[in-house]
């Protein structure tokens, strides 16, 4: 399984744009890139996932360069209730590997 | 089309006792996976089940940890003899069978043991 390194926190204000920088250099030419989101006392909640370039929904955007060695999740025009446990994950196969995340808070 | 259900949501033994949690995965959902939390810290993959099927289990201790998906009814994870160290919350999800498709998580059951 590749290994993920993501920054353990992140501080922002309301109605800024906040960007996830994962790290994954041994990821394998089938795996996908996953990001989870987890509010206190909650199951983690499915936000995007990319193989390569971008991808957008209504939530968030995900960059992946050309090697992709790294990933960019993009919150944008975050508020209050973006307060959470972001989880990048590389995925292979069936098996979801959490690592410590990076808790995003944000404040007025 | 209701999400991953777990019961109970809170869950509390004494030591010794036996602990037993259900997961309903999501309609048309049959791949089961099971993951352990510990406060502070990421979710830990503990087992991978389908339907009838057990297809890694390679993060489950070995001693008082079984899971079953039985082909009908919810899937159980089951805790003999709890110590205090199997405190943790434990967290259900479920998937269809198309690859690369997001898994859907529970709320989750909050085992304590005293």
């Known amino acids: 399984l590749a290994k993920t390194t993501q920054p353990i926190s992140m501080d922002s204000y309301e109605g800024q744009e906040v960007n996830i920088t994962c790290s994954h250099n041994?990821?394998?030419?089938?795996?996908?890139i996953t990001w989870y989101q987890q509010f206190p006392s909650q199951g983690p909640r499915f936000i995007i996932q990319g193989y390569k370039t971008k991808v957008t929904n209504e939530v968030a955007s995900l960059f992946i360069p050309a090697d992709r060695k790294s990933s960019t999740l993009s919150l944008p025009r975050v508020s209050l209730s973006d307060t959470a446990v972001y989880y990048c994950?590389?995925?292979?196969?069936?098996?979801?590997?959490f690592g410590a995340g990076t808790t995003v808070t944000v404040r007025a | 089309n209701a999400g991953v259900m777990q019961n109970p949501r809170h869950l509390v033994r004494r030591r010794g006792q036996e602990a037993r949690l259900r997961c309903s995965p999501m309609?048309?959902?049959?791949?089961v996976y099971w993951y352990r939390q510990l406060p502070e810290e990421g979710l830990k993959f503990m087992v991978y089940l389908q339907k009838e099927n057990i297809i890694d289990e390679s993060g489950m201790p070995k001693e008082r940890f079984s899971a079953e998906f039985p082909k009908e009814g919810p899937s159980i994870l089951r805790i003999q003899q709890v110590v205090r160290g199997d405190s943790a919350a434990y967290f259900c999800?479920?998937?269809?069978?198309?690859?690369?498709?997001?898994?859907?998580f529970g709320q989750g059951t909050r085992l304590t043991v005293v």
């Open positions: 309609k048309g959902h049959s791949h």
């Open positions: 999800a479920s998937s269809s069978e198309v690859e690369n498709t997001e898994a859907f």
């Open positions: 041994n990821i394998a030419t089938n795996d996908y």
């Open positions: 994950l590389v995925k292979g196969d069936y098996k979801l590997s």
